[in-house]
């Protein structure tokens, strides 16, 4: 485990709701290359935080890369709804744009 993940699953350890933290886990996992863990750590903010914006395009290209596009989409467009709720229109159009990059014909939203 490196440095960071051992202080960043220490502050969790002291704070287990803190989307950011969960967020940071994850993200430490998948740079890893350990994506089974990142999942398990993005599922649990999903859990915790599911408007926490910044969670679905990872979470969505994650299960891109593990072989799950129908897991992927859904993911964008759970992404897409968070976005708009927040008024985030970046993240929105971000979001729809790796969404239609795996379905160009997915125009069901």
Known sequence: MSSRLQ???????ANS?????LFAI?????KAGNDAEA???YERLR????????LYYHLG?????????????????????AAKQAGDL??????????????PNDDDF
Do not use: C
């Open 90 to 103: 970046h993240a929105w159009a971000e979001l729809n744009a790796a969404r239609m990059e795996i379905d």
């Open 61 to 81: 290209r994650l299960y891109e890369r593990s072989g799950r596009p129908q897991d992927a989409i859904e993911a964008y467009r759970t992404g897409m709804h």
């Open 7 to 13: 202080q960043l699953m220490a502050l969790w350890e």
């Open 47 to 54: 859990q915790t935080d599911p408007a926490y914006v910044g």
């Open 17 to 21: 709701t803190d989307a950011f933290l």
């Open 39 to 41: 999942l398990a750590w």
């Open 26 to 30: 994850a993200k430490e996992h998948e």
